[in-house]
């Protein structure tokens, strides 16, 4: 709220404030949804994830080498490199996925909206809510429609009595833009459903769990054309709402949907840029041979 009153001073507004805090003048005629926008513009100043210095080691190699980004919220910022180059491993660091292999460890910073996600006290159920992945093949449990989206509100209590479910599975359908195809059908078994349709339902899944960022590794490498637009489509929608990171091969996927692009290789984050100065001007002549096709 500070840095919001400081934000409409630089605009001239003369702005009086009443002794008990009330707003007073200007700011009432703002109401609620103004004032929200403001509030989130500078919330948006602010990365949901800093990464610092991360080295990550599966046993004794080194996968990952002194990473250092910030991801902003209501940004879609995608990881492209080849095969083997270490993004899916990074983007798995950012919901603590990679504790579940034997033999692992993370050294650095991993900084979700200020609090190190790797602290001893973190609740990494509580963390994987927030933090949802989208993984490269459709994963729906064999459970109905309604069961899928349904599982992590029962599972981690997040609705009171069964309208208020109703509610949250067809809002989180219709942010997927699936409820117009399932509506009909929410008992039927999910594995009827087309791959396309599938994923659009495993994010649906993350999204009824009332997450903040949304992981996508590769969400579409096993999707047709016209399931891949319908993806893209439903990305660039869902950022308005979400932090969203996508692991992809396809550069022309990156640079339709994402904001800003990094580059992998060899464990190491070669260039983190805006799309499109990655795309036409990139920094570093090995993005631009990558790009290019003359590497990887």
Known sequence: ?????????????????????????????FKGPVLWYIIRLMNEKQPTFKIRNLDFYYGTNKALSQINMDVYPHRVTALIGPSGCGKSTFLRCLNRMNDTIPNTRLEGQVLLEGEDIYAPDVDVVYLRQKVGMVFQKPNPFPQSVYDNVAYGPRVLGLTEGQAELDELVERSLRQAALWDLVKDQLHADALGLSLGQQQRLCIARVLAAKADVILMDEPCSALDPIDTLKIEELIRELQENYTIVIVTHNMQQAARVSDVTGLFWLGELIEFNSTDTLFTTPDHELTEAYITGRMG
């Open 1 to 29: 709220m500070r840095e919001a009153r400081s934000f409409l001073r630089d605009l001239n507004f003369s702005i009086r404030w009443h002794p008990s805090g009330r707003k007073t003048n200007l700011l009432d005629s």
